[in-house]
């Protein structure tokens, strides 16, 4: 499978990262600049994805030609280093699911640098934002690319640094480096588990790339390797090493419990929001989930479904739901995208858990688009209002920004799921057809519609209050349409939201057999199966029940600022309970971080005080010897000495006075000598 | 001459010791004039009362000893009468430059020999 | 090239020439700081050549030692001046060379007896030199004794409020340390009558070193016990130097009363003699007692990677944070070194294991005496400020420092693409199959340290900035040019570190070839 395209494929994650280098040594006013490079260079990707895609396409075609099922999978594998006597392989790898992939980040990321421009026109620092825009693109690139589960780490990690960076880009703000720190830390508790993951799939598999000619961890003998060996609690090595990697995944992609970081990471410019925030960072767990699927699906024993994918499909759905109930509550504008954010990649992992990777891989594209639309309407809106957020205080703006309200109107019809047009529809089509095919149980799939209504109506709760009614505040009142530079990619995004419904309908499900294999075949009858046209019927119907209650509850009149929420009159505690976000972060607050802190100061008081203490112990004891030899040394060796010395001197001074000059007295000593020597030896 | 058959009896009997004891006697006298006068004139007769003492005993020692027909005795102490005359001339000498660079002879007042 | 070398002591030559430029440096006068500055890198950075002149000529391939140098010192205690460089002290030998430079360059802020300072600086070097160098126990722990004194001065001289206490301290405690080592060696000697490295570790490998110490007298009926307290005594005293928790409060204070160039040496060199120590004594000599207390031994590297970087969280003081993560970065290193010598286990994951652990004593030279250098530079800037709480904001007025900076933190904290995480990834990939219970407790202190780290991003740049500092400048263009090389280092190390592997690739695999 040797492809000329695969010794071009580094150019990709490349052309960003120089871009993002030569960015780095700029001075701050090269605006132009920096602009340019960041955007020339993720156009140029774009057109190598585009190549890249069109080859996997052609080949593929033309897979169905010899055999089903086969899908098109280049890789290009290289040295990195070696130790010992192996050698550390990384590589790079373009199947469909790259392919598709690479084309979604290219073009949504150069769209959202282009609005950009006109987006942080004020900023002064616009240099660094594009900078790390750049930074951010190579790492998702490389991070779609990588044949290596290391060198997808590596990029992942690197995808989490942009996100840290981009988030506190405002750093004077202290809520955006809270948020930026919540970020990082947070992703990184769940890459801990990705981490390990590695580590064990390293030590198991023997190698770290993905395909390798039938060496690689995806490839059946390292699969049968590890779905048979047996770990301490009797699980699967693979379904074991399977929850650690979904741990980075939840981590990245704002699962429940480690969700908490999204939301808060709005704190960032509204075009990081959109990008990373929504369209592509947050979907690297789920493109990692993807990437191993044949891991995470390999059946162990009796089982029909893989424990690991069952985790990931109770997670994606109690995810979905629970995000959706707190969307509802919420007033500013980015949140409620952030928590819906959170619930459509719920969506994602619930899809993929059922078995649905195709169908959860369009989802993410297609949410890629609309939510892209969405972040970047609500920055226009934003933009447009003089940097308010609440949506309270807006009302009325479909006069003043047309151009924004159309599409904002598409991108919420899009992510409500509105029939037939809108590829939001058919993504949530094919996850609620999975799902309902789950043999596992249904009650995924009553969570999946639950979700599904709630997303109407929170959507509609947003369109209405922004949009429509009367005009809340003297922001809205002086919003204008936003420039060029920024409609125009807006209006390329709702485009992308609506034509991409075209190439997944059940009736041409193109996109499924471009990721999984398969030939695509036009038929329209499909359409007309029981089955497929009952759970259309209940999804349009979720859908209608949720637009309608939300225009019952807040279309028909218009609600002023400092009027209560309907719902919140309505069930007064159940609406603080999602206004508070159901108290996670309280929670977090009250739990995790009391108890870090706590061991912390537990440490830091053993250090002081124990380890410390024992040398400073052992300092007493010494000392308290050393008194005794202080006393020795002081006051029976050197007072001895001393006194000795004063003896001699004082009998010296004595016997001199003898020395007086006077002969008499001399005679008289001599004679007193004289008397004594006579009395002696008379004695004697 | 033979002074050994020189004899004077006193009819108490003169012995050795009563030389010894007279010579004692002056001894002491000449002693305590040395060391308690307070005029070197005075000091030199007592050293010169010692040596007569001395010059006593050497007489009675050589009497009463074993060889008295030696004149061992008598020519010690002429010898040391005459060595006494030059050192009392030498020691009046002495006195008189004292006294004329202190204009004292008062033996307590040198006090230059001390160290 | 190799003979045209050898002809000449070249190793020996490496030991003088710092010292001759110690000589030259206090030579000059003291009223002429400048001077004496320039001679001092002048020399260093003759040594750097040297150190470059024998990597030419360094075969990383062959095994055994390159430009030995052997000749009786004390003939009748059968001590030898015995020098010798492979892999493993080639690299460390090029990271002391490498190092010196930044630390005579840095901005000091030292006022006096400039001279004397930058003399003790390079005599530093060239005992620590001695210290990889040696091959017999005698010279070796003569070095390593030496080392103390110029440590002590710089500390007592030309330390910060506390300087008496830590340099007392440091001085004591390691000399403490030492004691027991140097009565461990004793009795081995005792027992065996040999001083050299070299041979005791021939006997270890061919099995026969518990056979000798039967003989002995003072042994008899225990040699196992024997060399097993032999061990802990030699344990203790490298321990010390690394350190390995508990043994580790002296290095919170030295570290923080030092000049922050010194503490560039003393974290960037002198932690790694201990490591250094574990590598070339410990392991080739007493693997079978390492075995035997190899439990224990991984309970220790856990509390050494978990526990410091937990104190770190609660810390204010710059240099204490950086004091405790180095603590943790060592840890590291420990826990490698104690799964090596699991009994079976895969060559592959030992090999790993060993490789990450010596290129993680690179990368952390680096990188430590990268953050302490900027540590100093704060530290002059801020008239000796540096704790968390009187910063803030900082990137506004200072953005390539901030940035240079944050980039030293993230390589720190392991973050890929820059040099701390190559060597830590080989660390967990080799230790996850030998010990997996302790790679696992180990984890969390990837995120601690996380968590530490951008917690002095966010005081110190991060928020408004605080008005104090209004006139903050920003890296000098000398400065720049100074960080920038150990900046580049991290990238390069990060991305290609395939040539520095290379270099020792060849000790590793001796080593854990000759692993019972």
Known sequence: MDNPILSYLWLVPVLPLVSAAIIAVCPQPCRRLAATLTIGSMIASFFVALAAFLTVLGVGGSAGGHGGGE??????????????????????????????????????????????????????????????????????????????????????????????????????KPSAVVAAQKAFITTRIGDLGFFLGMVWLSSEAGTLLFYDGGNGLLEQSALTKMATGLTVGGMAVSTVISLLLFCGAAGKSGQFPLHVWLPDAMEGPTPVSALIHAATMVAAGVFLVARVYPLFSVVVGPETVSAA???????????AVFAACIAVAQNDIKRILAYSTVSQLGYMMLCLGVGGLAGAIFHLIAHAFFKALLFLGAGSVIHGCHEEQDIRRMGDLRHRMPVTFVVYGIGMMALSGFPFFFSGFWSKEEILHWTHGWPVSQVPFYMALGGAFLTAFYMTRQMFF??????????????????????????????????????????????????????????????????????????????????????????????????????????????????????????????????????????AFFDRFVWGGIVLFARGVAR????????????????????????????????????????????????????????????? | MNFANLSFDFGVGITLHTYLVLSAALFCIGLVAVLARRNAILVLVG???????????????????????????????????????????VGLALIILVYRHYKTINPSQFRSLNG | MTNYLSAIPVLSLLLALPLVGALATSLVSSRRPEV??????????????????IGVSFQPSATGYQFEESVWWIRALRVQYHLGLDGLSFLLVLLTAVLTPFAIALPSGIREKQNVYYALILCLQGIVFGVFLSLDFVLWFLFWELSLIPGFFLIKVWGGEKRGFAAYQFFLYTLAGSVPMLVGFLALFLATGIFDFTKLAGLSQSQILGGIVAQFPWAAGFPDLFLLGIFVCVFVGLAVKVPVIPLHTWLPEAYTQAP??????????????????????????FPEQMQTLQQ???????????????????????????????????????????????????????????SGVVLQVFNHGVTAAALFAFVGLIEVRSGGLRSLGDFGGLRKVAPVFCGLMGISLFASLGLPGLNGFVGEFLIFRGVFPLASWAAVLSLPALLFTAVVFLRVLAKVFSGPLNPVWESFPDLRSSERWLMAPLVALMFGLGIYPGPLLNLFNQSVVTMIQFLP
Request: some cysteine.
């Open chain 1, 309 to 319: 994918l069952q985790v990931v499909a109770w997670t994606g759905a109690f995810t």
């Open chain 1, 71 to 172: 899908v098109f999978r280049g890789f290009f594998n290289f040295e990195w280093f070696r130790f010992g006597g192996e050698a550390l392989r990384l590589g790079l790898l373009l199947d469909p699911l790259t392919a598709a992939m690479l084309v979604m980040v290219t073009f949504v990321g150069s769209l959202i640098c282009i609005f950009s421009v006109g987006y942080m026109s004020h900023d002064k620092n616009f240099t660094r934002f594009f900078g790390f825009l750049s930074l951010f693109s190579a790492a998702m690139l490389g991070l779609v690319i990588a044949n290596s589960l290391l060198l997808l780490f590596m990029c992942w990690e690197l995808v989490g640094l942009a996100s840290y960076l981009l988030i506190g880009f405002w750093y004077h």
């Open chain 3, 296 to 354: 224990p031994l991984l309970w220790l590297a856990v509390a050494t990677i978990v526990l410091p970087t937990l104190v770190a969280l609660v810390q204010t003081d710059l240099k204490k944070i950086l004091a405790y993560s180095s603590i943790n970065h060592l840890g590291y290193c420990l826990l490698g070194i104690c799964a090596v010598v699991s009994v079976g286990g895969a060559k592959e994951a030992k090999e790993a294991a060993l």
């Open chain 1, 624 to 684: 308290f010897f050393s008194v005794f030899a202080d006393v020795y040394d002081r006051h029976l060796f050197n007072d001895g000495f001393d006194s000795g010395c004063e003896a001699f001197r004082d009998s010296g001074g004595f016997l001199s006075r003898l020395q007086n000059g006077k002969i008499q007295s001399y005679l008289g000593v001599a004679g007193a000598g004289v008397v004594l020597l006579i009395l002696i030896i008379a004695w004697i």
């Open chain 3, 36 to 53: 004496a500055r320039s001679v001092a890198l002048f020399f260093s950075v003759l040594v750097a050549l040297l150190v470059a002149w």
């Open chain 1, 466 to 603: 922004v949009f429509f009614g009367k005009k809340h505040s003297k922001e809205a009142a002086g919003a204008h349409e936003s420039p060029a530079v920024m409609t125009v990619p807006l209006a390329l995004l709702a485009a992308g939201a609506v034509l991409l419904s075209l190439v997944a309908t059940p009736a041409w499900p193109w996109f499924h057999h471009f990721i999984e294999g398969g030939e695509t075949h036009f038929d329209f009858s499909v359409f007309f199966v029981f089955g497929n046209l009952a759970l259309m019927g209940a999804s349009i119907l979720v859908v209608g029940a949720g637009v309608g209650i939300g225009w019952f509850l807040y279309g028909r009149k218009d609600l002023p600022e400092a009027v209560a929420d309907p719902l919140d009159r309505a069930a007064h505690p159940v609406f603080q309970v999602l206004q508070n976000r159901f108290y996670v972060d309280e929670f977090y607050a009250a739990t995790v971080f009391r108890v870090l802190r706590g061991a912390a100061e537990v440490a």
């Open chain 3, 260 to 285: 922050s160039g010194v503490t560039m040496l003393f974290t960037g060199l002198l932690s790694k003699m201990g490591v250094y120590g574990f590598l070339r004594i410990l392991l080739p000599i």
């Open chain 2, 47 to 89: 050293i010169e009362l010692m040596l007569s003492a001395a010059n006593i005993n050497f007489i009675a020692f050589w009497r009463f000893g074993a060889h008295p027909e030696e004149m061992v005795g008598v020519l010690f102490a002429l010898f040391s009468i005459a060595v006494a005359a030059g050192e009392a001339a």
